[in-house]
């Protein structure tokens, strides 16, 4: 704590925390109050003498229920759903494997793949939509979640390869000899000693990725056409902006909704995701 | 059970050659210490008869099987760590029944070897814990256990006491012993501890900068060290050196050294002869030299002056000034002796040892 | 020493056999390969030949559906003379250059709130995380909605508070739509500076701290003298990391402007969009994104370079 009189602590201390605590979470605040604010309280003018944006007094579920009942939007989560998973769980296989032999066996070139990883882990997703988005025409995945599965990886696997690279190399080298000694051959030490001691650190990699991919906008905006194909960063992009019209009641129920899954993963493994994100910027 | 034959074994990493041309024997059913100081090579040779180190050249000979290109878990031997390697992620009964479930031994015969396993050890009641809510020793009986219940060919430990503290140590070093005793494995051991070495050991294996330098008994390392290395590093305190001249005194052969005019007895004079008119390096155990009241008899005395007084109770270490040079003196806990005190020290001729300045060898 | 009873090789019995499978994967060359080779080829086929595809895309004069031909350097020579593709380079650089320093500003700042003891640290921390975590498209609308042009909570509060008079249309006035696509980068930026050095802080041994202050330097002077220097190496690879992100930024600034008004929020990546997928200029798109490469490779080359030198100190 900070020494010395009251209005220190406050001036120093309250007071900026609260100011950026307010600012940090008043969007979702807002997107809450929007979701459930009926369009009449929305778009009435703003100088209005009765206008009171922070709150409603007649909240209402219409925006929700248009949105799940007359949008695909449950359709857009399902399918969000389904890419983040698989496409954390190849990441997750991938870096586990990779991870294990950049940070415990000796070869040739090891080196260099590392350091080549490492770079593939710089590479932002914009560079390369384009040359991939006819790639993935050519491999007829246009359009399928597919598309977004094997793609995925290329930002996941690097980021998990590093983050488990770090929990192998602090795992003592005896105990994987002692397996082999005691009759695992490397493969079964690597399964049954070395991952499951990894367990916080692929957790921490597992929530990382499905939070990165839950996250990914331009290839889902890119390779995905079909309305009911989208993710739900796309859907409520594309479907619930008719031309030039917001429906922002909706817009922001959609937004809420679809940050639930995320969130509601992250409170479970706050500090497993901490981890992930503060091991991910390790050297 | 079986021995251990290694055969003019080479490691080399890189530019460095940490183990050079090592060939020994090891028995069945024996307890062989391999000892010496860090980077004397001694871990590698132990982790290349494991199988966790590839060898550069020579041969590894487990039982009746050449085993240089086996992968570790085919060379049917267990190994104990200096950190005990215990797997954090299971309990005590899983570490102990890991190495029989990867050899696929039936779930009965699991039980009946970690439980037995466990009673020698003693730690029946740990099986359900996880590794760390046990302390030092627990998990050292531990580990122990878990290459127990193998009955391998071969036991090999990598310092594993040398974690614990001082007089765990030593309770389980008597413990160690007592298993051997009732197993009859085949064992290497490696320490850096010359006492753990000496106590453990049927025969000791002494290293230095990847060479053996001696091999045997370890009382007859202690009395007939090979070389100047031996002989200085077992024994606890280590052994005084000066350096003489060897010249002949109408016929008797003496040793002139710093505050030293030692008349040596004919028989160790002939053994010495060929390095009359040379420098040679005299050896003294400190417990080989007693305080004398007058002049010894012999001749084989000399004056020194205290500087420090070290009372063990067993016995007292006397720090003293001989001449320029330093010495050690074990002696008995009655000696009344104090600091700046001009003491006549006599010693033994038998127990005297030399070394070739040059070769270090024994003379 | 004699090895007694050895005579050669071949007294001794051979090794027990194995399958050819299980023996390659007891070397660890071969089973580092095939620990590898998922890895291997999911980034050789979705990063490395897309990268070569887009290479020969950028000099070809392709289309979406037509193959193109050949063309040279002509499109990057056309980029060159093309004043949005400037416009765009430099707002990129304003954008990143700008949203960094406030970013590593505040989050810093953030940080050493944080790294205080207080009731609710742990909540607190968990919470503040929260615009990093959000999808960025989902939470990016939210300040769309709060910036409306009509409806702008933001407005309401500063004219409620009598700071301004009339509305400020945040995102429809070239001048000012730069700046809130920064700030919204800024809070979403905010949290992983935070988390980040937040947890550097928490490895910087207190007794160095107390030692200072005995030695009688005042906060300030510890900060700069043994928390900075100390947090470096850590603020270098978050800086690092930011850097890439906001450079090749592209969700926040589709969503809140699509690169308006009058482009003046179009950075590298929205403008690559525009072309290559808006208007189908396959391979002028490409070159866009692959404009980005050479800057992104200084970056990276320099921060590194810089990191190593941090760290040998």
Same mark, same amino acid.
């Given at each position: 704590?900070?020494?010395?009189?009251?209005?220190?602590?406050?001036?120093?201390?309250?007071?900026?925390?609260?100011?950026?605590?307010?600012?940090?979470?008043?969007?979702?605040?807002?997107?809450?109050?929007?979701?459930?604010?009926?369009?009449?309280?929305?778009?009435?003018?703003?100088?209005?003498?009765?206008?009171?944006?922070?709150?409603?007094?007649?909240?209402?579920?219409?925006?929700?229920?248009?949105?799940?009942?007359?949008?695909?939007?449950?359709?857009?989560?399902?399918?969000?759903?389904?890419?983040?998973?698989?496409?954390?769980?190849?990441?997750?296989?991938?870096?586990?494997?990779?991870?294990?032999?950049?940070?415990?066996?000796?070869?040739?070139?090891?080196?260099?793949?590392?350091?080549?990883?490492?770079?593939?882990?710089?590479?932002?997703?914009?560079?390369?939509?384009?040359?991939?988005?006819?790639?993935?025409?050519?491999?007829?995945?246009?359009?399928?979640?597919?598309?977004?599965?094997?793609?995925?990886?290329?930002?996941?696997?690097?980021?998990?390869?590093?983050?488990?690279?770090?929990?192998?190399?602090?795992?003592?080298?005896?105990?994987?000899?002692?397996?082999?000694?005691?009759?695992?051959?490397?493969?079964?030490?690597?399964?049954?000693?070395?991952?499951?001691?990894?367990?916080?650190?692929?957790?921490?990699?597992?929530?990382?990725?499905?939070?990165?991919?839950?996250?990914?906008?331009?290839?889902?905006?890119?390779?995905?056409?079909?309305?009911?194909?989208?993710?739900?960063?796309?859907?409520?992009?594309?479907?619930?902006?008719?031309?030039?019209?917001?429906?922002?009641?909706?817009?922001?129920?959609?937004?809420?909704?679809?940050?639930?899954?995320?969130?509601?993963?992250?409170?479970?493994?706050?500090?497993?995701?901490?981890?992930?994100?503060?091991?991910?910027?390790?050297? | 059970?079986?021995?251990?034959?290694?055969?003019?074994?080479?490691?080399?990493?890189?530019?460095?050659?940490?183990?050079?041309?090592?060939?020994?024997?090891?028995?069945?059913?024996?307890?062989?210490?391999?000892?010496?100081? +860090?980077?004397?090579?001694?871990?590698?040779?132990?982790?290349?008869?494991?199988?966790?180190?590839?060898?550069?050249?020579?041969?590894?000979?487990?039982?009746?099987?050449?085993?240089?290109?086996?992968?570790?878990?085919?060379?049917?031997?267990?190994?104990?760590?200096?950190?005990?390697?215990?797997?954090?992620?299971?309990?005590?009964?899983?570490?102990?029944?890991?190495?029989?479930?990867?050899?696929?031994?039936?779930?009965?015969?699991?039980?009946?070897?970690?439980?037995?396993?466990?009673?020698?050890?003693?730690?029946?009641?740990?099986?359900?814990?996880?590794?760390?809510?046990?302390?030092?020793?627990?998990?050292?009986?531990?580990?122990?256990?878990?290459?127990?219940?193998?009955?391998?060919?071969?036991?090999?430990?990598?310092?594993?006491?040398?974690?614990?503290?001082?007089?765990?140590?030593?309770?389980?070093?008597?413990?160690?012993?007592?298993?051997?005793?009732?197993?009859?494995?085949?064992?290497?051991?490696?320490?850096?501890?010359?006492?753990?070495?000496?106590?453990?050991?049927?025969?000791?294996?002494?290293?230095?900068?990847?060479?053996?330098?001696?091999?045997?008994?370890?009382?007859?390392?202690?009395?007939?060290?090979?070389?100047?290395?031996?002989?200085?590093?077992?024994?606890?305190?280590?052994?005084?050196?000066?350096?003489?001249?060897?010249?002949?005194?109408?016929?008797?052969?003496?040793?002139?050294?710093?505050?030293?005019?030692?008349?040596?007895?004919?028989?160790?004079?002939?053994?010495?002869?060929?390095?009359?008119?040379?420098?040679?390096?005299?050896?003294?155990?400190?417990?080989?030299?007693?305080?004398?009241?007058?002049?010894?008899?012999?001749?084989? +005395?000399?004056?020194?002056?205290?500087?420090?007084?070290?009372?063990?109770?067993?016995?007292?270490?006397?720090?003293?000034?001989?001449?320029?040079?330093?010495?050690?003196?074990?002696?008995?806990?009655?000696?009344?002796?104090?600091?700046?005190?001009?003491?006549?020290?006599?010693?033994?001729?038998?127990?005297?040892?030399?070394?070739?300045?040059? +070769?270090?060898?024994?003379? | 020493?004699?090895?007694?009873?050895?005579?050669?090789? $071949?007294?001794?019995?051979?090794?027990?056999?194995?399958?050819?499978?299980?023996?390659?994967?007891?070397?660890?060359?071969?089973?580092?390969?095939?620990?590898?080779?998922?890895?291997?080829?999911?980034?050789?086929?979705?990063?490395?030949?897309?990268?070569?595809?887009?290479?020969?895309?950028?000099?070809?004069?392709?289309?979406?559906?037509?193959?193109?031909?050949?063309?040279?350097?002509?499109?990057?020579?056309?980029?060159?003379?093309?004043?949005?593709?400037?416009?765009? #380079?430099?707002?990129?650089?304003?954008?990143?250059?700008?949203?960094? #320093?406030?970013?590593?500003?505040?989050?810093?700042?953030?940080?050493?709130?944080?790294?205080?003891?207080?009731?609710?640290?742990?909540?607190?921390?968990?919470?503040?995380?929260?615009?990093?975590?959000?999808?960025?498209?989902?939470?990016?609308?939210?300040?769309?909605?709060?910036?409306?042009?009509?409806?702008?909570?933001?407005?309401?509060?500063?004219?409620?508070?009598?700071?301004?008079?009339?509305?400020?249309?945040?995102?429809?006035?070239?001048?000012?739509?730069?700046?809130?696509?920064?700030? =919204?980068?800024?809070?979403?930026?905010?949290?992983?500076?935070?988390?980040?050095?937040?947890? $550097?802080?928490?490895?910087?041994?207190?007794?160095?701290?107390?030692?200072?202050?005995?030695?009688?330097?005042?906060?300030?002077?510890?900060?700069?003298?043994?928390?900075?220097?100390?947090?470096?190496?850590?603020?270098?690879?978050? =800086?690092?990391?930011?850097?890439?992100?906001?450079?090749?930024?592209?969700?926040?600034?589709?969503?809140?402007?699509?690169?308006?008004?009058?482009?003046?929020?179009?950075?590298?990546?929205?403008?690559?969009?525009?072309?290559?997928? $808006?208007?189908?200029?396959?391979?002028?798109?490409?070159?866009?994104?692959?404009?980005?490469?050479?800057?992104?490779?200084?970056?990276?080359?320099?921060?590194?370079?810089?990191?190593?030198? #941090?760290?040998?100190?």
């Amino acid at each position: 704590m900070i020494e010395g009189a009251k209005w220190r602590r406050w001036v120093y201390f309250y007071i900026p925390l609260g100011i950026f605590i307010v600012w940090l979470l008043f969007p979702f605040y807002w997107m809450l109050v929007t979701s459930v604010r009926p369009d009449r309280e929305l778009y009435r003018p703003w100088m209005a003498p009765n206008y009171a944006p922070f709150w409603t007094t007649h909240p209402t579920l219409v925006h929700i229920i248009d949105l799940l009942t007359q949008t695909l939007f449950i359709r857009w989560m399902a399918n969000t759903l389904f890419i983040a998973i698989v496409s954390t769980l190849i990441s997750l296989f991938c870096g586990l494997l990779a991870g294990y032999a950049l940070s415990r066996l000796k070869f040739p070139f090891a080196g260099m793949l590392g350091t080549g990883i490492f770079i593939t882990y710089l590479v932002p997703q914009t560079l390369l939509f384009i040359p991939l988005a006819n790639i993935i025409r050519n491999f007829n995945l246009g359009d399928t979640p597919w598309a977004l599965i094997l793609t995925y990886p290329t930002f996941l696997i690097p980021f998990c390869t590093w983050l488990l690279m770090g929990y192998f190399k602090a795992i003592p080298r005896e105990l994987e000899e002692c397996a082999r000694i005691d009759g695992a051959t490397r493969w079964k030490a690597m399964l049954y000693v070395i991952f499951p001691i990894a367990v916080p650190g692929i957790l921490s990699a597992g929530i990382f990725a499905f939070t990165l991919s839950w996250n990914e906008f331009i290839y889902a905006l890119v390779f995905l056409s079909s309305a009911h194909e989208k993710t739900v960063s796309v859907g409520v992009t594309s479907e619930l902006v008719r031309g030039d019209v917001f429906y922002w009641g909706q817009l922001m129920a959609g937004a809420l909704l679809g940050s639930i899954p995320v969130a509601f993963i992250y409170s479970f493994f706050v500090e497993y995701y901490v981890a992930g994100l503060t091991g991910s910027v390790k050297g | 059970m079986a021995r251990v034959v290694i055969r003019n074994l080479n490691k080399s990493y890189n530019e460095v050659h940490a183990v050079k041309g090592v060939n020994l024997e090891i028995r069945d059913r024996e307890f062989m210490v391999l000892v010496g100081p +860090s980077g004397c090579g001694k871990t590698t040779t132990l982790r290349m008869v494991a199988g966790l180190e590839s060898i550069t050249s020579g041969d590894i000979v487990i039982g009746e099987t050449v085993v240089n290109e086996l992968p570790p878990m085919d060379r049917d031997i267990a190994m104990v760590f200096q950190n005990y390697a215990l797997y954090p992620h299971m309990s005590v009964y899983d570490n102990m029944a890991f190495g029989l479930k990867m050899r696929k031994f039936a779930r009965p015969e699991i039980d009946r070897r970690v439980r037995e396993a466990a009673d020698i050890l003693g730690i029946e009641n740990l099986l359900n814990r996880k590794p760390r809510q046990l302390s030092g020793g627990q998990r050292q009986r531990v580990a122990l256990g878990r290459a127990i219940v193998r009955h391998p060919q071969v036991f090999l430990f990598d310092e594993p006491l040398s974690n614990l503290d001082a007089k765990l140590r030593v309770q389980m070093r008597v413990e160690l012993k007592k298993i051997h005793d009732r197993l009859g494995t085949t064992a290497i051991y490696v320490t850096h501890d010359q006492i753990e070495a000496m106590t453990l050991g049927d025969r000791v294996v002494v290293m230095k900068d990847g060479v053996v330098q001696q091999v045997g008994e370890p009382l007859d390392l202690y009395n007939e060290p090979a070389n100047r290395f031996v002989a200085g590093f077992l024994g606890s305190p280590a052994m005084n050196f000066a350096t003489v001249a060897l010249t002949d005194v109408a016929g008797a052969t003496h040793a002139l050294g710093e505050g030293l005019q030692l008349a040596l007895p004919p028989q160790i004079g002939e053994r010495l002869r060929s390095h009359i008119g040379q420098q040679v390096t005299l050896g003294i155990r400190p417990e080989d030299l007693r305080v004398e009241s007058g002049e010894a008899a012999n001749g084989l +005395s000399f004056g020194a002056v205290v500087e420090v007084v070290e009372r063990l109770g067993s016995e007292i270490l006397l720090d003293v000034k001989v001449g320029s040079g330093t010495m050690v003196a074990a002696v008995e806990p009655t000696v009344q002796a104090k600091v700046r005190d001009h003491l006549r020290l006599a010693l033994n001729p038998e127990r005297l040892h030399f070394f070739d300045c040059r +070769s270090e060898a024994a003379i | 020493m004699a090895v007694s009873g050895l005579a050669t090789r $071949g007294a001794f019995a051979r090794a027990p056999r194995r399958g050819t499978a299980s023996r390659l994967l007891e070397d660890e060359r071969w089973l580092a390969a095939a620990l590898l080779l998922p890895t291997v080829i999911l980034l050789a086929l979705f990063i490395a030949y897309p990268f070569v595809e887009g290479v020969w895309l950028a000099v070809t004069n392709a289309t979406v559906g037509v193959p193109g031909k050949f063309v040279g350097l002509a499109n990057f020579e056309m980029l060159w003379n093309d004043s949005i593709f400037r416009v765009a #380079v430099w707002n990129t650089f304003v954008y990143t250059a700008v949203a960094t #320093v406030f970013k590593l500003g505040l989050g810093l700042w953030l940080a050493l709130l944080l790294n205080r003891n207080f009731r609710g640290k742990a909540f607190t921390r968990a919470f503040i995380l929260l615009p990093f975590i959000i999808p960025t498209v989902l939470s990016t609308y939210a300040w769309k909605w709060m910036f409306d042009p009509t409806f702008s909570v933001i407005n309401w509060t500063l004219f409620q508070l009598d700071i301004i008079h009339s509305r400020i249309n945040w995102l429809g006035d070239p001048g000012l739509a730069l700046i809130s696509v920064i700030i =919204v980068n800024v809070w979403r930026g905010v949290p992983f500076y935070a988390i980040s050095l937040l947890a $550097g802080l928490q490895t910087i041994n207190p007794e160095l701290q107390e030692a200072a202050a005995i030695d009688g330097a005042p906060p300030w002077q510890r900060f700069w003298h043994i928390t900075w220097p100390l947090l470096l190496p850590v603020t270098m690879v978050v =800086v690092l990391f930011s850097v890439i992100q906001t450079f090749a930024d592209f969700q926040l600034v589709y969503v809140l402007t699509g690169g308006g008004p009058a482009n003046a929020t179009q950075l590298f990546a929205t403008y690559a969009y525009q072309l290559g997928v $808006g208007t189908g200029l396959l391979s002028q798109g490409a070159a866009v994104s692959l404009a980005m490469f050479p800057f992104l490779l200084i970056i990276v080359v320099v921060q590194l370079l810089y990191i190593r030198r #941090v760290e040998v100190h």
